[in-house]
């Protein structure tokens, strides 16, 4: 009975189609990015309810830094996925490793320098303990997502040099890449929560 | 844009987009530090502020993460 099934199995799989397979492993993906979208949903309405229409004193240099770096990397995501479906494979990891750069960069920006530098801390006391709170939280929670990607990338980068990846397997390629562009529209949308919206009140710099 | 099979074709797609890759960066940059003044502008209203994260979302979300083809079931963009 289970030899039967399995072997049924065995028959089901070799029936799916390399097209039928990438749309459920699009599918998939997918699935798994609107589950991520409630968590950090969740935390931007943490954010407003517990800031309301204030923020503490960020650094908006540094804000607007980490943001366009990570645009950037964004850019160069978006160029390695192209290169690898068109067997570019010289741009394709140039491209990713530039990624992966950036994303370090941008997880200096915020854990090395703005955590350093926050007037606010996550354990402070009194009337503004919850602006540390959240900033952290926030901030951290989207720094270990980048961080999660920067670790998908470097694995997609070390098989894409041994050829694993070309125009007829992309997959991975592409999952890593639609997952490093969602941890960006994350930010796109927490660098206005933290750093633009509302007034500035608390302890400054 | 239509696939083609020629090396020619590939190469002009490819050319495409990246060129349309460049092209999204740009409006994206343009529009955050946009967001930066429009903040400083309106006293950081929330309201034209998500607004404006939600057409940068959309950039990315339409033309980096080709949230249109999860049901094209094809292989290229």
Known sequence: ?205 | MEATTSPEGRAAEKNFLYRRGLIVLIALIVLEVFDYFMAQWSNGSITILAVLALINAALIVQYYMHVTTIFSMEGDH
């Open chain 1, 1 to 205: 009975m289970t030899v039967t099934a399995h072997a049924s199995d065995a028959h089901h799989a070799e029936e799916v189609s390399p097209a039928r397979r990438l749309y459920l492993n699009r599918l998939g993906l997918w699935l798994f990015i609107i589950s991520e979208t409630f968590l950090f949903g969740g935390i931007l309405v943490a954010r407003f309810y517990l800031w309301g229409a204030t923020r503490p004193h960020l650094d908006q240099a540094l804000g607007m830094g980490v943001t366009i770096i990570l645009l950037i990397s964004s850019f160069f995501a978006n160029r390695a996925e192209v290169a690898i479906k068109y067997d570019d494979r010289k741009t394709f990891l140039r491209s990713i490793l530039i990624t992966i750069g950036l994303g370090i960069l941008f997880l200096v920006g915020v854990v090395g320098m703005e955590w350093r530098t926050a007037p606010v801390t996550p354990m402070m006391e009194g009337e503004f303990n919850v602006y540390g709170a959240v900033l952290f939280f926030m901030t951290g929670m989207h720094a270990f997502h980048v961080l999660t990607g920067v670790i998908l990338l470097a694995i997609i980068a070390r098989l894409g040099a041994r050829g694993h990846f070309d125009s007829q397997n992309f997959w991975g390629v592409e999952g890593a890449v639609i997952y490093w562009h969602f941890v960006d529209v994350v930010w796109v949308f927490f660098y206005p929560a933290l750093y633009l919206m509302g007034t500035a009140v608390g302890p400054a710099h």
